[in-house]
Antibody
Framework: QVHLQESGPGLVKPSETLSLNCSVS??????????YNWIRQSPGKGLEWIGH???????TYNPSLRSRVSISIDTSKKYFSLKMTSVTTADTAVYFC?????????????WGQGLLVTVSS | SYELIQPPSVSVSPGQTARITCSGD??????VSWFQQKSGQAPLLMIY???ERPSGIPERFSGSSSGTTVTLTISGVQTEDEADYYC???????????FGGGTKLTVL
């Protein structure tokens, strides 16, 4: 059974960099062909896709966040990471990591439980 | 930017049929997934590839597609089905994943 788990600081100061990790167990983050995604949900709002990284290391980002976001993958330690620079209070959200199969139409089938990140001084 | 449009809310009585729509001009060419999210929980995949149901999801959940609109149908709604439902697809260029704004299903 695949399990994803987010980790990182729950509080980040405005203008600083948010850094989160997502550990993948029950399957390596580097194995097979999967897309590893970050998604967030601001309090009381809907889901927003942040971006994904393919098992090969290529990444794609939401155009609205592209200038501040990067996603990387650590093939030896079975996790992938999110960095978001110059955060503001608008970046306060629950951050989810999720996995998607590599073929067309395959869904976001496994999700982490989510991690609340608050941006505040 | 590309958008998927969902009604903000749908209300039904227990045992009735709930239908939640999701509209987008790329949907004739792109698959849609549906997620259920209860308060404080991660989204749960209910339907993928427009009408496929993952193992463990009750048969009362089904999906259909017609042109630029896809529909999640819940037959014989139960009180436990009260939740937010999100559709998800990709944009016209098949590059970016997109979520609908979400529909709050209330079981009266």
């Amino acid at each position: 059974q695949v399990h994803l788990q987010e980790s990182g600081p729950g509080l980040v100061k405005p203008s600083e960099t948010l850094s989160l990790n997502c550990s993948v167990s029950g399957g390596s983050a580097s194995s097979a062909s999967f897309y590893y995604n970050w998604i967030r949900q601001s309090p009381g709002k809907g889901l927003e896709w942040i971006g994904h990284i393919y098992s090969s290391g290529s990444s794609t980002y939401n155009p609205s966040l592209r200038s501040r976001v990067s996603i990387s993958i650590d093939t030896s330690k079975k996790y992938f990471s999110l960095k978001m620079t110059s955060v503001t209070t608008a970046d306060t959200a629950v951050y989810f990591c999720a996995r998607k199969g590599g073929s067309r139409g395959e869904p976001l089938d496994y999700w982490g439980q989510g991690l609340l990140v608050t941006v505040s001084s | 930017s590309y958008e998927l449009i969902q009604p903000p809310s749908v209300s039904v009585s227990p045992g009735q049929t709930a239908r939640i729509t999701c509209s987008g001009d790329a949907l004739p060419r792109q698959y849609v997934s549906w997620f259920q999210q209860k308060s404080g929980q991660a989204p749960l995949l209910m339907i993928y590839k427009d009408n496929e149901r993952p193992s463990g999801i009750p048969e009362r959940f089904s999906g259909s597609s017609s042109g630029t609109t896809v529909t999640l149908t819940i037959s014989g709604v139960q009180t436990e089905d009260e939740a937010d439902y999100y559709c998800q697809s990709v944009d016209r260029t098949n590059s970016y994943r997109v979520f609908g704004g979400g529909t709050k299903l209330t079981v009266l």
